[in-house]
Nanobody
Framework: QVQLVESGGGLVQPGGSLRLSCAAS????????MHWYRQAPGKARELVAT????????NYADSVKGRFTISRANVRNTVYLQMSSLKPEDTAVYYC??????????WGKGTLVTVSS
């Protein structure tokens, strides 16, 4: 069974940094693109970052480009999101995601990031 478990969220001050982790199991991790999404209260879930199976290609939402870095360690079946220069607008629940055949999405339970003074 596919499992995604996020960790690393917490309370940080504006301008601070945080690294999120997503531990994956139940599928051939290196064969799949991995994604980070986020959802703030009252807002739609939005795609934050994407990384290819071998880690050679990445894509970011314009709102986080230059501040966030997605990476993966395939030997550990883990994808990371390094978040820097955090803003209050980054406050959200962050979700790890993988998209399987026939449009089947798998999600972690999410980890809450709160950026506040």
């Amino acid at each position: 069974q596919v499992q995604l478990v996020e960790s690393g969220g917490g309370l940080v001050q504006p301008g601070g940094s945080l690294r999120l982790s997503c531990a994956a199991s139940g599928f051939t991790f290196s064969s799949y693109f991995m994604h980070w999404y986020r959802q703030a209260p009252g807002k739609a879930r939005e795609l934050v970052a994407t990384i290819s199976g071998a880690g050679g290609s990445t894509n970011y939402a314009d709102s986080v480009k230059g501040r966030f870095t997605i990476s993966r360690a395939n030997v550990r079946n883990t994808v990371y999101l390094q978040m820097s220069s955090l803003k209050p607008e980054d406050t959200a629940v962050y979700y790890c995601n993988v998209k399987m055949a026939r449009g089947t999405d798998y999600w972690g339970k999410g980890t809450l990031v709160t950026v506040s003074s």
